[in-house]
């Protein structure tokens, strides 16, 4: 599902996917436009300091996600874990406890909210010739599998 880079209506989007499909977990995958050729792995959604305008002209009240969530929520995916263990030819990836302050990072804590910290977040950059869509599919790929792993544990 594509999510708009607008707070209100990704945020309504996030509990939709929540509240029907109730899923084991939801992995968000947004653009790094700054990255070239670096995948990065999320830990963590942040609350507050929303202050850029999305593309409708809005920010959240008081620049925050939830006005009565707490600071900072962390994944129940261990990405660290994720991060070590995977390797994918023609693509670095790292590790990250901050996904910025616009879109993605919103969309993240209100997904880790919603989902009680069963949601991940994988910031992508976009394709280039270096970086093409099968390397960057495979990378997703084998990202999402190791961290499935790690669900399958948990329900153990």
């Known amino acids: 599902m594509q999510l708009p880079v607008a707070y209100k209506k990704a945020k309504e989007q996030v509990f939709k996917i929540w509240k029907t499909l109730q899923p084991l977990l939801t992995v968000h995958v947004g653009l790094a436009s700054s990255a070239k050729a670096i995948i990065i792995l999320e830990q963590c959604g942040k609350n507050k300091g929303y202050q850029e305008m999305d593309a409708c002209g809005f920010h959240p009240e008081g620049g925050c996600c939830m006005l009565d969530g707490p600071e900072q929520i962390e994944s129940t995916i261990n990405m660290k ?75 153990e």
């Open 81 to 155: 874990t994720v991060w070590k263990n995977i390797s994918v030819e023609g693509i670095d990836i790292i590790f990250s406890r901050d996904a910025g302050r616009y879109i993605c990072d919103y969309t993240y804590y209100t997904s880790l909210y919603y989902g009680n910290g069963r949601a991940a977040f994988i910031h992508v950059p976009p394709l280039y010739k270096s970086t093409t869509a099968g390397i960057l599919g495979k990378a997703l790929q084998t990202i999402i599998l190791e961290m499935l792993k790690q669900c399958g544990e948990e329900r």
